[in-house]
């Protein structure tokens, strides 16, 4: 382990007042709880945000049903919604830096870690905007009498509620469809980390965007996202964070008006490597990579390795050697690599899950401490567990944490069944020469998406890709033309024209 310390002048930001945003402007909580936000860096606090209640809730909500009402967005012309949320997405970039560094101060989230930055929401903004125009109806074969089509429309007021791990990405992930689809959102930021959300939608009415199109209301998930959910005027919940609460928005949407939710969730992706593969350092690189970033706070953070049995002592010890040589401390230097987890709640269910893994008899190869404890920070070094039962507690549930666990197998049936052995299905990445095991593997494993490589990673990929998790990761599709379309609803009108 290095350690980094940010200099005198690292980079200062003024915080920003978070309040609810309702009707193109800040507004005055009518909760008179406070809720504190503590900097994870250092254990201090950071600022006060609004605990949130019904009526914060019921003002933004009637906002945004009045804004899709009367068509102030819906009907906008899609050209002129594009430009809007074009100039939306360029304020995003100009001001990136300023969004990661709140970030940075809310969660722990290093300044060197590009995955999921606010250069990156913006850019998703840019897509959404440039695919208002590529939604397509259908027309369907009948007689000579009748004319069918099938048009897509908004869904009308959408409620997104967002987690805190990647928060300016995960907002426009939320917010970036459901407005290129012409509907009218609440956002619901997490209590961890609001500061950015309360910038980005001061940026959106900077940009143009009429008032009450976007709104965004802090607090309490057990507060503001339970009033959301059993809102009857909110026609969608958009949600990313655990299962737990995810299913707590499925049956708060039932007790309501059974308004469409779609769920992405926990993840416990897994990293299978065959012996074919050959290139054991190649491999090494980017399964520490993946489950150092952002302090393995992400969902497909890769927290199961698989590994053939004839290459795991040697694997292990190549990955082992770079969990090792993690940079941590201030994350807004940018020497930093690895920041706190986001809070001491966080902190103390990692150790358990740690100890957990200990208790289950698995191997500790490194790391299992809590670190720089004298900072009071959130620290806890990266783990590595060897010869992990595939049923222990490291290996079936979400940690949200850097902690990696490994199991061996012996051929690809087995490799298929230790993937598929969790109720989760997000990511899965497979590393193997031979066409065919990667082809095999890509139709029987249940998840959101499976990468093969028979090379190192490269390439950007497509920001056209959607994604639809499996099991206990979610429900719905998320990204691209696919993902969209989840924020418009099915319409048939029938023509009898004799």
Same mark, same amino acid.
């Given at each position: 382990?290095q350690?980094s310390?940010?200099s005198d002048k690292t980079?200062q930001?003024e915080?920003?007042? &978070?309040?609810?945003f309702?009707n193109?402007?800040s507004?005055?909580?009518?909760s008179?709880?406070?809720?504190e936000v503590?900097?994870?860096t250092?254990?201090k606090?950071l600022?006060?945000?609004p605990?949130g209640?019904d009526s914060d809730?019921?003002?933004a909500?009637?906002s945004? @049903?009045?804004?899709f009402?009367d068509g102030r967005?819906s009907?906008l012309l899609?050209?002129q919604?594009?430009?809007?949320l074009h @100039?939306?997405?360029?304020l995003?970039?100009?001001?990136a830096?300023?969004?990661d560094i709140?970030?940075?101060l809310?969660m722990g989230k290093p300044?060197s ?11 998703y903004?840019r897509?959404c905007?440039?695919?208002i125009?590529? &939604? ?8 000579h009498?009748t004319?069918i089509?099938?048009?897509r429309l908004?869904?009308?007021v959408?409620?997104a509620v967002?987690?805190?791990n *990647? ?6 992930l939320?917010?970036?469809?459901a407005l290129a ?6 956002l619901?930021?997490s209590?961890?980390?609001?500061q950015s959300?309360?910038?980005l939608v001061?940026l959106?009415?900077?940009?143009g965007l009429?008032?009450? &199109?976007l ?12 009033a959301?959910?059993?809102h009857?005027?909110v026609?969608?919940?958009?949600f990313t964070g655990?299962?737990l609460?995810?299913?707590?928005m *499925? ?7 059974m308004?469409l939710v ?8 897994p990293?299978i490597?065959f012996?074919? *593969?050959g290139?054991l350092?190649?491999?090494a ?8 970033v952002?302090?393995g706070q992400?969902? &497909?953070?890769?927290?199961?390795l698989?590994v053939?049995?004839e290459i795991?002592?040697d ?5 082992a050697i770079?969990?090792k ?6 994350p807004l230097?940018?020497k930093?690599?690895f920041?706190p !987890?986001?809070?001491?709640q966080?902190?103390e269910?990692?150790l358990?899950y740690?100890?957990?893994?200990r208790e +289950? ?9 809590r ?8 620290f806890v070094e990266?783990t590595?567990?060897?010869n992990?039962?595939?049923?222990a507690k490291?290996a079936q549930e979400?940690?949200?944490?850097p902690? !990696?666990?490994?199991?061996?197998f012996?051929?690809e049936e087995?490799a298929?069944?230790l993937a ?5 299905g997000?990511d899965?990445h497979v590393?193997? +020469? ?14 959101s998406m499976?990468s093969v ?5 490269g390439?950007e990929?497509?920001?056209?890709m959607?994604?639809e ?17 989840t924020?418009?609803?099915r ?6 024209h004799?």
């Amino acid at each position: 382990m290095q350690m980094s310390n940010a200099s005198d002048k690292t980079m200062q930001l003024e915080l920003i007042k &978070v309040t609810p945003f309702i009707n193109g402007e800040s507004a005055s909580s009518t909760s008179e709880e406070l809720l504190e936000v503590i900097n994870p860096t250092n254990g201090k606090k950071l600022t006060d945000i609004p605990a949130g209640c019904d009526s914060d809730v019921g003002q933004a909500v009637a906002s945004a @049903r009045l804004a899709f009402d009367d068509g102030r967005w819906s009907q906008l012309l899609p050209s002129q919604r594009r430009a809007l949320l074009h @100039r939306f997405g360029d304020l995003i970039e100009e001001e990136a830096s300023q969004l990661d560094i709140l970030d940075s101060l809310d969660m722990g989230k290093p300044l060197s870690v590009r995955l999921g930055n606010a250069v990156s929401a913006a850019n998703y903004v840019r897509y959404c905007a440039d695919a208002i125009d590529k &939604v397509m109806g259908d027309v369907y074969q009948s007689d000579h009498t009748t004319f069918i089509t099938q048009q897509r429309l908004p869904r009308g007021v959408v409620a997104a509620v967002v987690p805190w791990n *990647f928060p300016t990405m995960s907002a426009a992930l939320k917010f970036a469809p459901a407005l290129a689809a012409g509907n009218c959102v609440v956002l619901k930021p997490s209590e961890c980390a609001s500061q950015s959300a309360m910038r980005l939608v001061q940026l959106a009415t900077q940009a143009g965007l009429p008032p009450g &199109v976007l709104n965004m209301v802090p607090g309490r998930g057990d507060i503001v996202g339970r009033a959301l959910a059993l809102h009857n005027d909110v026609d969608m919940m958009t949600f990313t964070g655990s299962t737990l609460v995810g299913k707590l928005m *499925f049956q708060y949407a039932g007790k309501s008006n059974m308004k469409l939710v779609q769920a992405e969730c926990g993840g416990k992706s897994p990293q299978i490597v065959f012996a074919d *593969f050959g290139d054991l350092d190649t491999v090494a690189d980017n399964v520490a990579q993946l489950i150092l970033v952002n302090q393995g706070q992400l969902c &497909v953070a890769g927290s199961r390795l698989l590994v053939q049995k004839e290459i795991e002592a040697d694997l292990i010890e190549k990955v082992a050697i770079r969990l090792k040589a993690f940079v941590a401390g201030d994350p807004l230097d940018t020497k930093t690599t690895f920041g706190p !987890l986001v809070n001491h709640q966080q902190l103390e269910k990692v150790l358990s899950y740690i100890a957990s893994g200990r208790e +289950s008899g698995a191997e500790l190869v490194c790391g299992g401490n809590r670190i720089l404890e004298d900072t009071g920070g959130y620290f806890v070094e990266p783990t590595l567990f060897a010869n992990v039962s595939p049923d222990a507690k490291i290996a079936q549930e979400e940690i949200f944490g850097p902690v !990696l666990s490994v199991s061996s197998f012996r051929d690809e049936e087995e490799a298929i069944q230790l993937a598929n052995s969790t109720a989760y299905g997000l990511d899965t990445h497979v590393w193997t +020469s031979n066409l065919s095991t990667g082809m095999k593997l890509s139709k029987y494993i249940r998840a959101s998406m499976v990468s093969v490589y028979s090379a190192a990673p490269g390439g950007e990929g497509s920001g056209a890709m959607s994604t639809e998790p499996y099991g206990l990761s979610g429900v719905g599709v998320d990204g691209g033309q696919a993902g969209l379309e989840t924020y418009l609803r099915r319409q048939v009108t029938w023509f009898n024209h004799g």
